[in-house]
């Protein structure tokens, strides 16, 4: 899922790609390895992890498919060692509750759950996620090129530029994706583009004013303020899936219930000499 973020910045003389990217940079979704280690925050999944131990599944392994698995939730399962055990078992389809073949959940996690680790105080089980995580990868402009200035621009066309969060496996699995489709209905793939920079950034006064008029191109899916003008926890403002957060609604003077329009005007009222860059970003 792509969607829309403005992010406001002050004129400065730091160079305004680099700006963009260290605006951003600490709202990056990813786990140890991904983003610092002081970014990190454990993500307690303990409640699930018991639901898969306890949930009946049928694993049934299909030649050239892979392993069909019925019962949900399944995420985290390791089907690598659920196909080993099977294997072990000369089984081509598993009925099982894994409570009842290792009731130590300690144990079950050990051998058939990944990418879970056991809080060294808690005892919990999770993940240490980015808890300010919201991008995947990120373009100036992208697939929304040109709204921030209230610009159409012409559909079917793939837009890259030379802003972006970086390579990212998710990005390049996408693009090889629209090659090959374009090979299976034997056409050539959409015609792409670099995407300008002077289509992608306004100034903040002009988008209060877009905004005053009601104009569409005005309220961006999310709005990032500036780095320090407030926690950066709070800096990120959004639209879906509910409005917030409430702390930075109520910095900038707003009941809980305001809508988005409401917001977004209050947000340039308070940064009329900033500029603002139009960015896409995959959840």
Same mark, same amino acid.
């Given at each position: 899922m792509f969607a829309s973020v403005y992010v406001i910045l002050p004129v400065m003389d730091l160079a305004p790609a680099e700006a963009i990217r260290a605006s951003l940079a600490p709202f990056q979704r990813g786990g140890k390895g991904d983003v610092p280690d002081k970014w990190l925050a454990f993500h307690d999944e303990?409640?699930?992890? =018991? !639901?898969?131990?306890l949930t009946k599944f049928v694993f049934t392994r299909e030649e050239g498919r892979g392993t069909?698995?019925?019962?949900?939730?399944?995420?985290?399962?390791d089907i690598g060692a659920i196909n080993a055990e099977m294997a072990r078992r000369g089984l081509h389809r598993w009925r099982v509750r894994f409570a009842d073949v290792e009731p130590d959940l300690d144990a079950f996690v050990k051998a058939y759950v990944r990418d879970i680790e056991r809080h060294p105080a808690t005892?919990?089980?999770?993940r240490w996620l980015n808890p300010l995580g919201r991008w995947d990868w990120w373009d100036l402009g992208g697939r929304f090129d040109g709204r921030?200035?209230?610009?159409?621009?012409?559909?079917?066309?793939? =837009? !890259?530029a030379s802003v972006s969060s970086g390579p990212d496996t998710g990005r390049t699995i996408l693009a090889n994706v629209t090659g090959v489709?374009?090979?299976?209905?034997?056409?050539e793939p959409s015609e792409e583009v670099v995407v300008e920079a002077d289509a992608n950034i306004e100034m903040v006064s002009r988008l209060s004013e877009d905004a005053q008029a009601g104009l569409a191109s005005a309220f961006p899916g999310a709005i990032l303020l500036p780095p320090g003008a407030v926690e950066?926890?709070?800096?990120?403002?959004?639209?879906?899936?509910?409005?917030?957060?409430?702390?930075?609604?109520?910095?900038?003077?707003?009941?809980?219930d305001a809508d988005w329009e409401a917001v977004a005007i209050a947000a340039y009222r308070r940064f009329p000499e900033h500029w603002a860059a139009g960015v896409a970003y995959h959840l």
């Open positions: 303990t409640a699930e992890v =018991r !639901t898969i131990h069909l698995i019925e019962g949900e939730p399944h995420w985290h399962l005892g919990g089980y999770g921030i200035i209230g610009e159409r621009r012409r559909p079917g066309v793939r =837009r !890259t489709l374009a090979d299976a209905l034997g056409s950066d926890r709070l800096r990120w403002l959004r639209a879906w899936p509910q409005i917030d957060p409430e702390e930075t609604l109520a910095w900038l003077g707003l009941p809980d």
